[in-house]
């Protein structure tokens, strides 16, 4: 019978026994997780974890033997023999501190490696993950919480569990020792741990449930620290004055976090402390009645030394037990944010053909309608549209007329909700989804600035050859970035932006000429998105780059999105969109002639030049 999950996403409470058996079978998942990792340093943990739970107990028994030949020396037995025992507690000790200190560095070697192994899973996945993924907060908030904690939690299982593994052993020597004195000794032992235990677990689920349950809080705060202190926005920021409210803001999200955050841990350290009180009462019983036993002459004082050295590690050994299987639980609480991401269905790969039936169809958009998710208005409706090879198409419309979408459905980015894209005489859908790409060059109105080398922001247009300076040069000739790249200090070599040491940040319109490149680093693409592609450059500048671009769109289609009819004019074809829908289509001197919404708009951007 399967068990109904914990609810993570409520607001905090108390831990209940029943979700603390839940939550474990997520353990062999993260401990195969951990050993598929580093199985080397597992196994060089598991025998220093042995080492270090034995030989406590061993010391306890040799420091035993210590006091008694001690007082027995002092009674006139043999004065050599406390020297022999001191050697053999100083030989356990130096092996107990030389196994601690390299289970230390063991664990520092895990937690490297294991955050980097758990990053690039999640890294791994983010690529995988479809544009509708990463724009719905759900995912994205699983995304935040997985980068958070999840690549820190491996290490504190796996050290949680040793530590299991270690006290656990501590404790049976221990109790082996103690059963000689009696039985009850080893229960009241057992049961001293008990309240740090049970403090623990009250409080352990409500911490994590406040860390899932204000996930779009802590995303809030990263988003105001970027407006605060990034080069891209600070300028803006700081011109318009919103620097004091943002921070206020930032402010109000802290104040209510560590609102929360404080009750948690007031909450938490009272428990902790009403409990550990009745810990400390169990274990000066169990030292009053060693005492008493002693002083009835029941026990050498060696041995109530020894009794009293174990009742105190014991009870520090049994606490630790049974805080580390609380931890447990908090770390497979945590561990369910990166399982919970790594379980995220992602669109299968669907696709496998490389060419199309019919090369010289081109690009068709045939009754193509599509509604981005939770949204109630339709992005595009009912488009039909062709373009031959050679051809280039302008789409001109308002902003939110649906041109970028086209875009977006033609790289496959989204899929439509009706109708078909085909290209070569091939659905879309029927394309393997790397050589689908490899066909399309494309420039987005929100291109990525690239905080790498400039030669490096170009190659970044075809990774096959991303650090190929020849193709760099090449592509940027065919952008007019040539001479801007070369007499920057190091020419291709030049650090881009002002992140890293000795970045030289560049315009916008410099920037896009380096983009332009890009899209131009793939000269086997044979469609060509340029989706505003001049908008920050001169009016001269502007026409020299579509000069160029004539010739480069030689064979190619060539679709074009700009507000500039000066520019879209060139096109074989002009689309008119609104709304989602075509309004009219044509050439210039066609759409001027009709007298409608192209001619209006082209006459009121004309009026600006006069």
Partial sequence: MSHPQPDLNSPPRHTTLGEFIRVLPQLPRALALVWRTVPDLCAWLAVLTVLCGVIPAAIAWVGKGLVDSVVSAAAGGDRHAPWHWVGYEAALAIALLSAQRLQSTVQSLMRARLGHAVNVLILRKSAEMSLPQFEDAATYDALTRARREASIRPLSLIQRLFSIAQNFLQLCSFAVILIGFSPWSVVLLLCAGLPAFVAEMRFSGAAFRLFRWRSPETRQQAYLETLLAREDSIKEVATLGLGPLLLDRYQRIFAKVYAEDRALTLHRNLWGLLLGLLAALALYAAFAWTVREASLGSLSLGTMTLYLLLFKQG???????????GGLYEDNLYLSTLFELLDLPTPPPIGQAVTGPNPSDGLRFEHVSFTYPD???????????????????????????????L?????????????????DGLDLQSWQIGTLRERIAVIFQDFVRYQLLAGENIGAGDVAHFADATRWQAAARKGLADELLTALPLGYQTQLGKWFQGGRELSGGQWQRVALSRALMRPQA????????????DASAEAEIFDRLQSEAQGRMCILISHRFSTVRRADRIVVLDQGRVQESGTHAELLQSGRQ?????????????
Avoid: C, W
């Avoid at 630790?320 to 299987?325: C, E, G, K, M, S």
């Avoid at 549209?385 to 979408?405: F, M, W, Y």
């Avoid at 459905?409 to 085909?422: H, M, W």
């Fill in 375 to 405: 949204a109630q208005t339709p992005a595009l409706q009912d488009i039909d549209l062709h373009v031959r090879p050679g051809e280039t198409l302008a789409l001109v419309g308002s902003n939110g007329s649906g041109k970028t979408t």
């Fill in 407 to 423: 875009i977006k459905l033609l790289t496959r980015l989204y899929v439509p909700t009706q109708g078909r894209v085909l290209l």
């Fill in 315 to 325: 009870q520090g050994s049994v606490t630790a037990t049974l805080l580390a299987v």
């Fill in 526 to 537: 044979s469609i060509l998105v340029l989706d505003e592609p001049t908008s920050a450059m």
């Fill in 598 to 610: 192209y001619a209006h708009l082209f006459e009121l951007q004309a009026k600006g030049y006069r």
